[in-house]
């Protein structure tokens, strides 16, 4: 058979200009953002991987939709598309709409939180932990060793380790346990999979021990695809099926929908039980808005049901992450450290393998996040000490287990050839690597201090 390229499965029907710029503009772009491409204006980056949340092309049919939408302020038709969306494929019954994940997160762990209450992740997101910890309560990952290590080779290295588990509950007490969470796909550990037997074990933990299991979802169709071409017996079920099959075990779920449902956009929180669920509508109607809207217009709520789903067509799904393993894959072979295997919505690239002669309180991380702006105008995002660090009782730096930096591909945005123009740059990337130096930070927050953080080159 004659191998043929899996080309973009779209026409493009409106398009965005990108703002080109010289090394030199961006030498100036880049100081003025303090070293911190979060703080970089949009119209200064050339190909744009910070985030893969809320940055996707929407279809013709979702655009179509947003003239659909109904803004009524209660029952509103689009709400009841939403609903039906989220409950045929959850099969959950309530479900509360929010404007992003971490509304949603904001909601139910607060209502579930507070002191002495413990959630266990095979890796809380960011937002998952700042939310957990506001409450009161502690957050502790439990992922399996193969997924820590960034140059192991194995399926699904976003499971939880589920002897930890089991030792953990019987440590703190089952009632103490706020829920057990498991991220699908592992999007802090590198956008690696879970696997169903690794859920149906989390799952099976959980009910043995009366603790809420519950489903972070924002990747689950890209997840689901990776069960399909991974896990046994899974082949000849669709991705949805295999979605449907993973929500079946599961208690409740939180979904940023600005990942796998195709909006700019949107969230909800989905649940079985009627009284988690009261008390949740509570917070929502305080915080977000009334049921039938929580968070969003009635345009984005049309747009979402749509997404969830054109998110599950099997030539989207392939696309999707064929073209991400492409980009991972040459990387690879040119000498780029990166995670392995390729994850679902981005690629991971190893930062102190790349730069060892950066010490982690350097933050190799943010070295490479820096130089992939200044060499190509490429803006990513550090998932290293910077983002997750934190310091002991003596000032000292408590590194993160791994210094990565993500490049998160944005869905049906870019074409082959900026993904060939990023291979490219990685090339002037491997040839500096040996010049690069780290980076000290100059004014942090409290919380989440990746955002705004302001940095300084240590010369
Ligand atoms: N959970 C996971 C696994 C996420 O990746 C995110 C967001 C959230 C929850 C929170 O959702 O942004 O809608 O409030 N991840 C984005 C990212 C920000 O870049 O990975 P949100």
């Known amino acids: 058979m004659i191998h043929k390229t899996i080309i973009e499965p779209f026409k493009i029907k409106s398009v965005e200009p990108i703002q080109m710029s010289t090394e030199a503009q961006r030498e100036k772009f880049l100081k003025d953002a303090h070293y911190n491409p979060f703080l970089l204006s949009s119209d200064q980056v050339i ?41 045929s494929l959850t099969g959950m019954e309530f479900i509360l709409p929010t404007h992003q994940g971490r509304a949603a997160e904001r909601i139910i762990y607060s209502h579930l939180g507070g002191k002495g209450k413990t959630f266990i992740s095979n890796t809380h997101f960011d937002t998952t932990r700042a939310n957990i ?18 140059a192991q080779i194995y399926p699904f290295k976003g499971n939880m380790d589920t002897g930890s588990l089991v030792k953990t509950i019987q440590e703190k007490g089952a009632k103490n346990i706020g829920a057990v969470i498991l991220t699908v796909t592992n999007n802090s550990g590198g956008g690696q999979p879970v696997s169903m037997e690794n859920t149906k074990e989390v799952s099976r933990i959980c009910k043995e021990n009366g603790i809420l299991f519950l489903l972070d979802c924002c990747r689950v169709a890209e997840n689901a695809y990776f069960i399909k ?10 991705a949805r099926e295999i979605a449907v ?34 008390a949740c509508k509570n917070l929502l109607i305080i915080t977000e808005g009334f049921t039938t809207y929580g968070g969003l217009s009635g345009r984005d709520m049309e747009a979402l049901a ?53 010490p982690v309180h350097e933050y190799p991380g943010q070295a490479l996040v820096c130089e992939l702006y200044l060499k190509g105008g490429i803006r990513s995002v550090e998932i290293g000490s910077v983002m997750f660090g934190k310091y002991g009782e003596d000032g000292k730096l408590i590194p993160a287990a791994m210094e990565l930096v993500r490049l998160a591909i944005p869905r049906r945005v870019y074409t082959q050839s900026h993904i060939e123009y990023v291979i490219e740059t990685f090339n002037e990337i491997l040839a500096t690597a040996k010049d690069v130096r780290g980076y000290k930070i100059t004014r942090e927050p409290k919380f989440l201090r990746h955002f705004t953080s302001h940095f300084e080159k240590i010369s």
Do not use: C
């Open 47 to 87: 190909i744009d991987f910070l985030t893969d949340s809320g940055t996707s092309a929407m279809s013709a049919n979702q655009w179509a939709g947003i003239m659909n939408g109904d803004e009524s302020y209660a029952g509103s038709s689009s709400w009841k598309k939403m609903e039906n969306a989220v409950q």
């Open 306 to 358: 749509i997404g969830l789903e054109e998110i599950f067509d099997p030539n989207y799904l392939e696309y999707r992450i064929k073209s991400t393993t492409y980009l991972g894959e040459h990387l690879d072979k040119a000498g780029v450290p990166v995670m392995v295997p390729i994850g679902g919505h981005a690629v991971y690239i190893d930062a102190k393998k790349l730069y060892p002669h950066i």
């Open 133 to 150: 910890e506001f409450s009161g309560a502690e957050a502790i990952d439990l992922l399996i060793p193969e997924g820590k290590n960034p």
């Open 229 to 238: 071409i991974r896990e046994k017996g899974y082949t000849d079920k669709t």
């Open 245 to 278: 099959e993973m929500f079946s075990l599961a208690d409740g779920a939180v979904m940023s929908s600005k990942k796998d449902a195709l909006v700019n956009m949107g969230g909800f929180l989905a649940l079985r039980d009627n009284e988690i669920a009261d």
